[in-house]
Nanobody, 124 residues
Framework: QVQLVESGGGLVQAGGSLRVSCVAS????????MGWFRQTPGKEREFVAH????????YYADSVKGRFTVSRDNAKNTVYLQMNSLKPEDTAVYYC?????????????????WGQGTQVTVSS
């Protein structure tokens, strides 16, 4: 079992930056690839970013590429999502998720454990 706790969400103006974090506990964090997803009311959970177990491979949704950066610190059992040049359409609840075994990085059902989410609101 892996427990994931997100933090760092909040309210920011368009064009601003925010960093959300996700701390893992339970099993060995470095065994899991990690993903970030987001969701707004009435919509399906949307892939944002993925990072491999070692951190040397990352993937991004086209909508955030060049603005968001995913990273991880395995010594701290933490994955981060740095969000720059934020837009109102980035407003959502952001979730981190742990994946094992390796699978499709963009599909929510390929991830085994999920955090409770953190709200990010971008005002225009």
């Amino acid at each position: 079992q892996v427990q994931l706790v997100e933090s760092g969400g909040g309210l920011v103006q368009a064009g601003g930056s925010l960093r959300v974090s996700c701390v893992a506990s339970g099993r060995t964090f470095s065994n899991y690839a990690m993903g970030w997803f987001r969701q707004t009311p009435g919509k399906e959970r949307e892939f944002v970013a993925h990072i491999s177990r070692s951190g040397d491979t990352t993937y991004y949704a086209d909508s955030v590429k060049g603005r968001f950066t995913v990273s991880r610190d395995n010594a701290k059992n933490t994955v981060y999502l740095q969000m720059n040049s934020l837009k109102p359409e980035d407003t959502a609840v952001y979730y981190c998720a742990a994946q094992w075994p390796p699978g499709s990085y963009a599909k929510p059902y390929e991830y085994e454990y999920w955090g409770q989410g953190t709200q990010v609101t971008v005002s225009s």
